[in-house]
Nanobody, 117 residues
Framework: QVQLVESGGGLVQAGGSLRLSCAAS????????MGWYRQTPGKQRELVATITSGGRTNYAESVKGRFTISRDNAKNTVYLQMNSLKPEDTAVYYC???????????WGQGTQVTVSS
């Protein structure tokens, strides 16, 4: 069982910045892939950014150039630096962990990010 602990969400004005953190703990036998997804009421959960164990990153087109995903393998933690935030970035952001050993997927509880106009 893997547990994900998120932090860093909150309320920010448009143009501001936030940094989300997510630490994975539990029965982890190998370094997996991690990422961030987001969801608003009535919409499907969408990919924001992912990062492999080797550091390869991928971003949604809507956040390219504004968001940066990174990780600290020693701490089993993934970060999402969000700059130039827009009201449309408002959503619940979910941390994700993908095990490359058994292909299991784990999710955090989600953290609310609200961007005011």
């Amino acid at each position: 069982q893997v547990q994900l602990v998120e932090s860093g969400g909150g309320l920010v004005q448009a143009g501001g910045s936030l940094r989300l953190s997510c630490a994975a703990s539990g029965k982890i036998f190998s370094i997996g892939n991690m990422g961030w997804y987001r969801q608003t009421p009535g919409k499907q959960r969408e990919l924001v950014a992912t990062i492999t164990s080797g550091g390869r990153t991928n971003y949604a087109e809507s956040v390219k150039g504004r968001f940066t995903i990174s990780r600290d393998n020693a701490k089993n933690t993934v970060y999402l630096q969000m700059n130039s935030l827009k009201p449309e970035d408002t959503a619940v952001y979910y941390c994700n962990y993908f095990s490359t050993s058994d292909y299991s997927v784990y999710w955090g509880q989600g953290t609310q990010v609200t961007v005011s106009s």
